[in-house]
């Protein structure tokens, strides 16, 4: 963890603090539950922020209202738009149905119809275009340049991760010491970026741990290159933090500042951790949550006689894909 309060960084927690203030009366405070297993596990204390638990079934609903909301506090009236097939286009959804305003989320055809439906519960444009996430994404950028519409990043925004790190916030006021580690799943960075910003100017000996599947871990290649590194994505449960990031992304030189080291897991890993949140908790979780979980799994003796906090990002897994890892 970096200890020298960098202006930055500094400008970055003064936005997660009113980001707090700013949704804390449209999201849940999500519970901090005690794991006595995987407690017992590492010979350690281990805690579970659930996020798996909040409106949308994700940590998404956060940034995506507190952006909405700071375009509404700063008289900015561009109709905003995005690009996702998961629990960002979800979040997004929720918070434009929340605040009354107009909204576009495009998806690609081939779009999962369960996070198609659970978009539709909102009242929000719905766009298709495309086969994948990526063409889909590419048009929704040009699209909206074109336009003068607000493109709204999952990740590549600072009210973006200002709202994601609105969670290390209440992780501080729930424990009664400063944790020793907090992982955290890390897809494009935003998750981790907050609250490693926001642990970092409030408990700087706080060791930040970033978890991403084997299949999918660019940003922790990246920031151990020092340099971005083009990585080839394959298919893994982890699907809310598959994919690569913007070279440019504010989320990367964040992740080389604040991320003290990375843990790759396997897919075989990730599916241990969701069938063991299942038998051990009787919580169901997606695979990214899983990734964090099965992280403390593999390297257990490192979290030893200390205190550590496990982000479980999200609990949106799909009924054909969970069936797939408990009977696996």
């Known amino acids: ?14 936005e997660i603090t009113q980001a707090h203030h700013r949704i804390r009366e449209d999201i849940f405070q999500t519970p901090l539950l005690y794991s006595n297993w995987l407690s017992g596990y590492c010979n350690g204390e ?19 209202l507190n952006k909405l909301k700071w375009l509404q ?27 009354g305003i107009d909204g576009k989320v ?29 063409t889909t994404e590419k048009y929704t950028r040009q699209t909206a340049e074109e336009q003068g519409w607000i493109y709204v990043s999952p990740y590549n925004d600072p009210q973006i991760v200002a709202g994601q790190g609105t969670i290390a ?17 890390v897809g494009g960075g935003g998750l981790i970026s907050g609250i490693g910003t926001y642990i970092n ?36 449960l982890s699907d809310g933090s598959a994919g690569g990031f913007e070279p440019d992304s504010i989320t990367f030189n964040l992740c080389k500042k604040l991320v003290d080291k990375f843990i ?23 695979g990214s949550a899983g990734v964090a979980i099965a992280s ?20 949106n897994i799909s009924s054909d894909k969970l069936q797939s890892v408990l009977c696996g």
């Not at 281990?46 to 949308?56: N, R």
């Not at 905003?80 to 997004?92: D, I």
């Open 1 to 14: 963890m970096v200890t020298d309060f960098r202006p930055e960084l500094m400008d970055l927690s003064t």
């Open 46 to 64: 281990v805690y579970l922020k659930l996020e798996s638990e909040q409106i949308t079934g994700s940590f998404k609903a956060r940034g995506s």
């Open 73 to 99: 506090e700063n008289d900015i009236s561009k109709l905003p738009v995005t690009a996702s097939t998961g629990n960002h286009g979800l979040g997004f959804a929720r918070a434009c149905d929340l605040l």
């Open 106 to 134: 495009f998806l690609p055809h081939n779009a999962v119809e369960s996070k198609v439906e659970a978009i539709k519960n909102y009242d929000v444009e719905i766009e298709f275009h495309g086969q994948d996430p990526y």
């Open 169 to 185: 916030v209440e992780i501080l006021e729930q424990l009664s010491n400063e944790p020793d580690n907090v992982l955290a799943t």
């Open 201 to 236: 100017n409030h408990a700087s000996d706080t060791k930040i741990i970033g978890c991403q599947p084997e299949n999918s871990p660019e940003m922790g290649i990246s920031v151990r290159a020092g340099v971005y590194k083009e990585v080839e994505s394959k298919p893994t």
């Open 264 to 286: 790759f897991i396997s897919e075989d890993e990730i599916a241990g951790a969701i069938r063991s949140m299942v038998e051990r908790h009787s919580k169901l979780v997606e």
């Open 296 to 315: 403390l799994l593999k390297q257990p003796k490192q979290f030893a006689n200390q205190t550590t906090v496990i982000v479980v990002c999200g609990a």
